[in-house]
């Protein structure tokens, strides 16, 4: 069973915010915010299963890092492209499908327009902004 790269990579998104670690109180809090929360896990019991000590452990320091770092702002890529780029995308896939199936030469000029639409209106959407 094949597993795509992106899919294998995949995270639960959230990202902390290191930068605030710079900060020396910021970093003072977290320390202890761990240090407080290990104290109490190794009061647990002992035979604990090790799959779950790795959750305990995980979630303690999630937990930790988002009430003291927070999370961090995802920014947004290319905020030039709209519905409009998308259906500039979506003709280019159609005509370079229609040129895989038939490689002649009037969908081989259909190709080369689209993909010259498409690049002249993104490269136009990326100017003005």
Known sequence: MAISKQAAQKTDGERFNLR?????????QYQIQITN???A????T?????NRAWENIKE?????????????ELKQ????FDE???????????AKMQWVHDRSQSNVDNLNNVRHKASRHFR??????
């Open 84 to 94: 409009e780029c998308l259906g500039f995308l979506d003709q280019r896939k159609q």
């Open 20 to 28: 605030k670690l710079n900060e020396l109180e910021v970093r003072k």
């Open 124 to 129: 136009n959407k990326k100017m003005n902004i």
């Open 60 to 72: 303690n320091i999630k937990t930790s890092a988002k009430e003291s770092l927070g999370l961090c």
């Open 41 to 44: 896990l190794e009061n647990l």
């Open 37 to 39: 929360r290990f104290a």
């Open 77 to 80: 890529h290319k905020p030039w």
């Open 46 to 50: 002992d035979g604990e299963d090790i």
